[in-house]
């Protein structure tokens, strides 16, 4: 009885001493957004946040981009002792360390440039700079990398205590371009490009530490702009969204669907498997494209993925035959959950969608949205009818034989609802906040300004900057979508394209004026 009395005091030892951790955008090489080791946070205390710090950034902004969410290691060696750290990266090739219990920033880093003009640009869609978020591992106790790469396409790896290079930088994909989110599965770093930004082909790029050799593949034409980046599957298939181009497999052209590709034994990226839907060219006239992360996951001895566009409804798939023997084909397709007017702009799915299971060992899937809930859509909890935008979530069930994603929650509204981070029964999600919208709006003649007729493409800074409004943090009991905590009107500018990081009860959300925000409750 001694032994074990022992035993289980050891492994509980074990288990609220372990570090959590979040070293990747998406927390996991499947981009789920579950953090399965957040032990601070809980349902019942979560309504306890507060702002611990905020600390405003020495990042110059580029059109619409400035900061992106930090990543955080919680026991890192320093000159100083132990400490929590976050890396934060900004737009402008810079690079933050900060000590998160103080709130202070202690190295920056501005990355040097090969490129000739490294200034950056005014479009929205081809700012220039940093726009990849980095990765992390951890190397040794207590020491990690970072992993990121600089607007000229080399690959930096920094020691996270004091910003320092610990492997001069190396060439790994053309400057110039608009990358993606890194991610690092089995010593290999992935990331994948869109918009053509810089005269780059969109491709997916892969970078092996040990033997330094990079590789491409090309979807002929597809821009792979997911938020999370690339997702990785345990077997090490590499999938994102490709959006901007047809969707033509007999000739190669795998725009507007989602694409799988794997390393061969000479560390080569090769096509391994393809999805395209159904109406994927009537997504691609409509500018609805697949622009979205898909989400990987095991489940019951099933591998699935889950994937969705800007026509803002879910595509549950089988990993190990995306899309059937045609390719076309789902294992459920969901009806719509927003856009009913079927928008490019202002609605739609554009944040990242993300995936957990409960004790009770149910999958549950979580879908944040821009604009109004579809009319059709219907869930068994509804804290609202959005009009700005939220969060739907849905369980993973098995009827009759059949894979299928079922409504169970749908919560209050938000200005735009973006990425989910899921900690230890609390749904975290913000609102964005931002002008999203790309066309001129229509106005009236006893408006403001007098009657403008809309419709005309408008999707630089200079027009949505000063319309867009602030972010908003969410915390949400995960389990029925009810809110138990907000942020309120703490938060003093709005975000694009950025993110959210939960870890150690604090959440982390950076905002546009150049400022990280940290909500936390006492540990």
């Given amino acids: 009885m001694r032994v074990a009395k022992v035993i289980v005091i050891l492994l509980l030892s074990a288990a609220t001493g372990k570090a959590t951790d979040f070293l990747t955008e998406g927390v996991d090489n499947g981009r789920t957004g579950w953090v399965r080791d957040e032990k601070v946070f809980t349902p019942a205390n979560v309504g306890s946040m507060k702002l611990l710090w905020k600390l405003k950034l020495e990042s110059k902004p580029r059109a619409m981009h400035n900061l992106f969410a930090p990543l955080v290691a919680e026991r890192v060696t320093t000159a100083d002792g132990t400490r929590e750290l976050a ?31 490294p200034g950056g640009t005014n479009d929205t869609l081809c700012p220039g700079g940093q726009t990849a978020v980095p990765t992390m591992t951890q190397a040794s106790p207590g020491k990690y990398t970072v992993y990121a790469v600089s607007w000229d396409g080399r690959l930096r790896q920094l020691n996270l205590a004091d910003g320092k290079d610990t492997t001069p930088p190396e060439k790994f994909i053309p400057g110039g371009g608009k990358p993606y989110a890194l991610n690092l599965h089995n010593g290999v770093i992935y990331t994948a490009t869109a918009q053509g930004c810089g005269g780059l082909t969109n491709a997916f790029y892969s970078f092996d530490l040990a033997t330094r050799r990079a590789s491409a593949f090309i979807p002929a034409g597809g821009g792979l702009w997911g938020r999370r980046g690339a997702s990785i599957s345990p077997e090490g298939t590499v999938y994102i969204g490709t959006g901007d181009a047809m969707f033509d497999p007999l000739t190669r052209r795998l725009g507007n669907g989602i694409v799988g590709v794997k390393l061969d034994e000479k560390k ?19 500018d609805l494209d697949v622009n979205t992360t898909p989400v990987v996951f095991d489940h019951r001895g099933r591998k699935f993925l889950v994937g969705t566009s800007k026509e803002c409804r879910l595509w549950l798939l089988d990993r190990d035959a995306l899309g059937g023997e045609d390719h076309r084909t789902t294992l459920h397709t969901t009806p719509l959950i927003c856009n009913d007017a079927q928008a490019f702009d202002a609605k739609g799915i554009w ?8 004790e009770k060992g149910t999958q549950w899937v979580l879908a944040p949205f821009w604009g109004p809930v579809s009319k059709a859509f219907k869930a068994p909890i509804e804290h609202a009818r959005p009009e700005g935008g939220g969060v739907a979530a849905f369980k993973l069930e098995e009827r009759s034989g059949k894979w299928q994603l079922t ?3 749908l919560s209050r509204d ?9 900690a230890n029964g609390v749904v975290f999600a913000y609102a964005a906040g931002e002008d999203a919208t790309q066309v001129v709006p229509d106005r009236g003649w006893d ?3 007098g009657a403008v007729y809309g419709g005309g493409l408008s999707s630089g800074p200079a027009r949505r ?17 009810k809110e138990l905590w907000s942020s309120g009107s703490q938060i003093e500018s ?3 394209f950025s993110g959210l990081t939960v870890a150690n009860g604090r959440a982390y959300i950076a905002t546009f004026d150049g400022t990280l925000y940290c909500f936390g409750v006492a540990k």
């Fill in 268 to 286: 080569q990226l090769q096509l391994a498997d393809y999805f395209g839907a159904p109406n994927a060219n009537w997504l691609w006239r409509r």
């Fill in 407 to 409: 409504p169970a929650w």
């Fill in 465 to 481: 900057v000063p319309t867009s409004r602030r972010a908003a943090l969410y915390a949400l009991d995960a389990q029925t979508g």
């Fill in 414 to 422: 938000m200005d735009l609802g973006e990425e989910a981070v899921i």
């Fill in 494 to 496: 709005w975000n694009h």
């Fill in 87 to 117: 890396v934060v990266a900004g737009v402008s090739d810079d690079m933050f360390g900060i000590d998160v219990a103080t709130g202070k920033e202690i190295w920056h880093r501005q990355f040097d440039s090969t490129l000739t003009n």
């Fill in 447 to 449: 408006e403001k300004g």
């Fill in 351 to 358: 944040g990242a969608l993300s995936a957990w299971q409960d």
